[in-house]
């Protein structure tokens, strides 16, 4: 399934990538998905478009972001929002009349499956415990890379693992975050969890 990117920015750009993930995804045919870092809401969308092909309007996606510039975590990595590309610069500013990085264009983008989507604006460390894993199969973990971010954001979502579901954790060894990889080696190493890191070290699955 090819990974479109909808004239947006996504940190899933690199050739094959996107389509690797969606594989990754069909696998195990997730009925209630949750993305922690939606961004633009490109992997959102193409979550989406997926799960309809499987199974139709039966699945749901709760997508959790900061959805601003000036946090007060400010330590946190935010990708550059400006876009280099004068057309889609134009794009947003005088058609769109949107930023694209905030939650009512992320929505706008999701209209399509309205009825399934959820989107959340707040900090993973404030607002995750509150969210009810019970549902949750697959986990998406995309979103703050200071270590103490990540494990606070695996710590929550134990109970997705517990029930043999699955986190897909993206960045696991990027050079300027390393937090990433060490949270990620302490919880699997801590649970004794199974852990596959794939695509070059890209991604980290965590499984039971
Ligand atoms: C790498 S981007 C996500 C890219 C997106 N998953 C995609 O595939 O296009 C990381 C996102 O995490 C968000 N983020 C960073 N720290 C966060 C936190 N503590 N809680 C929630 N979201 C956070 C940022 O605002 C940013 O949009």
């Known amino acids: ?6 004239f947006r920015k996504t940190s899933l750009k690199q050739k094959g990538d996107g ?3 969606l594989e990754e995804i069909k696998k195990r045919k997730p009925k209630f998905f949750l993305e922690v870092g939606v961004f633009h809401g490109v992997t959102a969308r193409n979550v989406c478009e997926l799960l309809f092909n499987i199974h139709n309007n039966d699945f749901k996606y709760i997508g959790l972001d900061l959805f ?8 946190e990595i935010i990708p550059n929002t400006n876009f280099s590309n004068p057309l889609k610069q134009i794009y947003f500013k005088y058609i769109k009349k949107q930023d694209p990085y905030t939650i009512e264009a992320v929505q706008d983008l999701l209209k399509k499956f ?3 989507v959820h989107l959340i604006k707040g900090n993973s460390n404030k607002v995750l415990k509150k969210i009810d894993m019970t549902k949750i199969d697959y986990v998406f973990l995309d979103g703050g890379h ?6 606070n ?3 929550f979502c134990s109970e997705v693992i517990e029930n043999n579901g699955t986190i897909l954790c993206d960045d696991y060894n990027l050079s300027y975050a390393p937090g990433v ?6 919880y699997v190493k801590k649970n004794n969890y199974k852990c596959e890191i794939m695509r070059n070290s890209r991604f980290a699955k965590i499984e039971k």
């Open 114 to 116: 309205k009825d399934n």
């Open 1 to 6: 399934m090819k990974y479109k990117k909808y």
């Open 153 to 155: 954001d695996l710590g």
């Open 68 to 75: 601003e510039k000036n946090d007060e975590n400010k330590s």
């Open 181 to 186: 990889k060490k949270a990620i080696d302490e």
């Open 146 to 151: 200071d270590y103490d971010t990540v494990k």
């Open 19 to 21: 389509e690797f993930f």
